[in-house]
T-cell receptor, first 113, second 113 residues
């Protein structure tokens, strides 16, 4: 089954403790992105990647890191999480081309206390 | 700057009634537009998309949307709502590069019996 898989689905952590949210897609898509969803703000892009070893900042990159060492994986790293990073996070992938839609993972709900 | 506006934060309709969710976009060129649905605890699922051609687009689950360039709108409609349509709906416009998207802030739909 074609899918984007995020782990974990739920995570509670403490301020300053480094964490990684994994994202993997099995559709051989070139493009991958991370979004955060907050009430009243919709989805905002954190980082995106157009291919292996090619990443760039989105609209709200502060406090986040990403890497794209393999085509299928795009982990999101929070080196020193803070409470304002409490949010619902989505990973998405899409194939190359102008008119293709994004395929989303099921989300990771992160709480930083 | 590119942006998407969903003016209705929350809408309540009776089961069997018709539905229209509003979406306005700001984009310099011909936009490509999407509607996604997010059911509770789930990721985003594509309902429909518009690139060019016929301005009335049919999607899944009985939804349709009409692109009106003169009004910069891409409203989502359904003639008869089912209780299972209760969800959050997001309008999105594709960006220029990397298959990225600007999302609206979402409209939460409640369906009452």
């Amino acid at each position: 089954e074609a899918q984007v898989t995020q782990n974990p689905r739920y995570l509670i952590t403490v301020t300053g403790k480094k964490l990684t949210v994994t994202c993997s897609q099995n559709m051989n898509h070139e493009y991958m992105s991370w979004y955060r969803q907050d009430p009243g703000l919709g989805l905002r892009q954190i980082y995106y990647s157009m291919n292996v070893e090619v990443t760039d900042k989105g609209d709200v990159p502060e406090g986040y890191k990403v890497s794209r060492k393999e085509k299928r994986n795009f982990p999101l790293i929070l080196e020193s999480p803070s409470p304002n990073q409490t949010s619902l996070y989505f990973c998405a992938s899409s194939p190359r081309g102008r008119h293709t839609e994004a395929f989303f993972g099921q989300g990771t709900r992160l709480t930083v206390v | 700057a590119q942006s998407v506006t969903q003016p209705d934060i929350h809408i309540t309709v009776s089961e069997g009634a018709s539905l229209e969710l509003r979406c306005n976009y700001s984009y310099g060129a011909t936009p490509y537009l999407f509607w996604y649905v997010q059911s509770p605890g789930q990721g985003l699922q594509l309902l429909l998309k518009y690139f060019s051609g016929d301005t009335l687009v049919q999607g899944i689950k009985g939804f349709e949307a009409e692109f009106k360039r003169s009004q910069s709108s891409f409203n989502l409609r359904k003639p008869s709502v089912h209780w299972s349509d209760a969800a959050e709906y997001f309008c999105a416009v594709g960006r220029n590069t990397g298959n990225q998207f600007y999302f609206g802030t979402g409209t939460s739909l409640t369906v009452i019996p």
